[in-house]
């Protein structure tokens, strides 16, 4: 069973960096996509951005040109690097996988990053 542990947030102050990492275990073969949601308080869960072993991105509108995934695929790790940070960025970040484009998703138990002054 696929599991994903996040590391890496917390609080930074506006314009800063920040950057999140997701280890995943349990798997023997690289895991199909492996990216980042996030959740905001009284707000739906939304992309930020994902990336299959093909290389294939997929980022939300409002985090494009300033945060970049990347990820090892042999070690099942993904790495998010969040510049030029928000206010609006402030949310939990959930790690998000799939073993197999049809399989279930996997979530993390998520990480707070905090942009305030």
């Known amino acids: 069973q696929v599991q994903l542990v996040e590391s890496g947030g917390g609080l930074v102050q506006p314009g800063g960096s920040l950057t999140l990492s997701c280890a995943a275990s349990g798997s023997n073969s690289p895991l199909y996509v492996m990216g980042w949601y996030r959740q905001a308080p009284g707000k739906q869960r939304e992309v930020v951005a994902t990336?299959?072993?093909?290389?294939?991105?997929n980022d939300g509108d409002s985090v494009k040109g300033r945060f970049t995934i990347s990820r090892v695929n042999a070690q099942n790790t993904a790495t998010l690097q969040m510049t030029s940070l928000e206010p609006e960025d402030t949310a939990v970040y959930f790690c998000y996988a799939r073993r197999t484009a049809l399989a279930s998703i996997v979530w993390g138990q998520g990480t707070q990053v905090t942009v305030s002054s």
């Open positions: 990336l299959s072993t093909g290389g294939h991105t």
